[in-house]
């Protein structure tokens, strides 16, 4: 099925599994790209031993609070949080893949994607946080902002657009 630069065609049923795949796929590389900013800006910000800090806070949405504690085992914490990280990068990607469907340019692509990231940010940090993880609520909302709508958003969009650019026969690019 070709698709036209710059237009919006849904996922169509045949194409449900390779969109989740390449969703998932390149919400794992997204998932890293934002795990890395988020480790390095807590060592810049807080000196080097707190650059677990990220994971500990996300291996405590699976672990309780307990993990924050600076006792609570960093490998455990750490472990955990790099599960859930991805797991919920896997969600996040497939999500945006079936979403996006077919736009056709690099530049929508990681538009859309910093446009996904920022909904994630809202959603996450000012309606799930409050209520279930409150821990979030002491993260910098500057460095957030960045890590979810570029490092994580638009990084998405980007891999995805790749994606779909290695996968698509030459003359139906379109370009």
């Keep these: 099925m070709a698709l036209l630069v710059h237009s919006h065609v849904p996922?169509?049923?045949?194409?449900?599994?390779?969109?989740?795949?390449?969703?998932?796929?390149?919400?794992?590389?997204a998932g890293i790209v934002?795990?890395?900013?988020?480790?390095?800006?807590?060592?810049?910000?807080?000196?080097?031993?707190?650059?677990?800090?990220?994971?500990?806070?996300?291996?405590?949405?699976?672990?309780?609070?307990?993990?924050?504690?600076p006792s609570y085992s960093i490998w455990a914490a750490g472990a955990a949080?790099?599960?859930?990280?991805?797991?919920?990068?896997?969600?996040?990607?497939a999500v945006f893949a079936m979403i996006l469907g077919g736009l056709r340019s690099a530049t929508w692509d990681v538009l859309l994607g910093a446009a996904f990231g920022f909904a994630l940010w809202l959603i996450n940090f000012y309606l799930i946080a409050p209520m279930a993880f409150p821990w979030f609520l002491d993260a910098n909302p500057v460095i957030q902002f960045v890590a979810h709508t570029?490092?994580?958003?638009?990084?998405?969009?980007?891999?995805?657009?790749?994606?779909?650019?290695?996968a698509t026969p030459i003359g139906e690019a379109g370009v």
């Design 150 to 166: 570029i490092l994580f958003g638009a990084v998405l969009g980007w891999l995805m657009w790749r994606s779909r650019e290695s």
């Design 34 to 69: 934002f795990a890395v900013f988020e480790m390095v800006a807590s060592a810049a910000m807080m000196g080097a031993g707190a650059s677990f800090m990220p994971l500990r806070m996300i291996g405590a949405i699976l672990l309780g609070p307990g993990a924050l504690d």
């Design 11 to 29: 996922v169509d049923r045949s194409e449900v599994p390779w969109a989740l795949r390449a969703g998932a796929i390149s919400g794992i590389g």
């Design 81 to 93: 949080g790099l599960i859930v990280h991805l797991a919920l990068s896997v969600v996040y990607g």
